[in-house]
């Protein structure tokens, strides 16, 4: 799949959590990221990021609802607590997805000259949690063969510091390589161009229509995208709108294609 197709997925699905707090919509958003990861996560550890994203949105959730016990205990503010919750969750979701499927210096090397410092930086940013996960895997396989146990909450400081050790390393690696290729000097590496294939195709225009989809159920004040919590009832729901949160899980039936 085309790098550009990953995005725009991305960011349409993550516009489309943006816009609603209705569980319904925000459950079917998750499952066919869910879909999606399944069918085009990378070996590796990126595949693990959406793990981690996913404990991290489901953790998110049962901290904002636990917020509440801060102000006034009722029914109805654990409720909008729990959706506001969701719709982080689901976004932590998108990007766990978009993680494991999507190669981060793949969109590094489509940037136009201009622009290839800012997509460098965020080419760094989105392979960190891949890059944390492995170095915890290896630093966790290191310490078990030394006899350490990392599940004790005293021994989490020796897998801390290595980790961080790691990173550091790492980091110098990259600004060595980077040094070496005459980044910021005005000479990059040129890449051979990606071909489109038909699946990216069809997944940029689905996402974009199921995303105008709801961008016109917004400005019509349709759909129940808020539910009522005050007072609390149950969330209207849309047939329409599902149908177009369940678009999103085109990708994980298409195959993943070839660069040319």
Known sequence: MHPVAWIVWSAAAGIVAMTTSNPFYLVVLIAAAA?????????????????IFL??????IVLRTALVVFGTVDAE??????LEGSRLAALLVVFGTFNSVADPFGVLRLAPRRLHEPALAAALALSIAPRTIAAVARVRQAQELRGIRIGRLRSLTA????VLETGMEEAMTLAESMDSRGHGRGRRSRYRPERWEVASGATAIVSGVCTVAFAAALLAGRGGLAP????????DV??????AAAGFALPGFLPAGRAA
């Open 35 to 51: 879909v999606v990861h399944s069918s085009h996560r990378r070996p590796g550890p990126s595949s693990r990021s959406f793990r």
């Open 55 to 60: 404990l991290g949105g489901l953790g998110a």
């Open 77 to 82: 503010n654990a409720a909008a607590a729990a």
């Open 159 to 162: 897998l801390a510091v290595p």
């Open 228 to 235: 009522s919590t005050f007072p609390l009832r149950w969330p």
């Open 238 to 243: 849309s047939p329409l709108l599902v149908v």
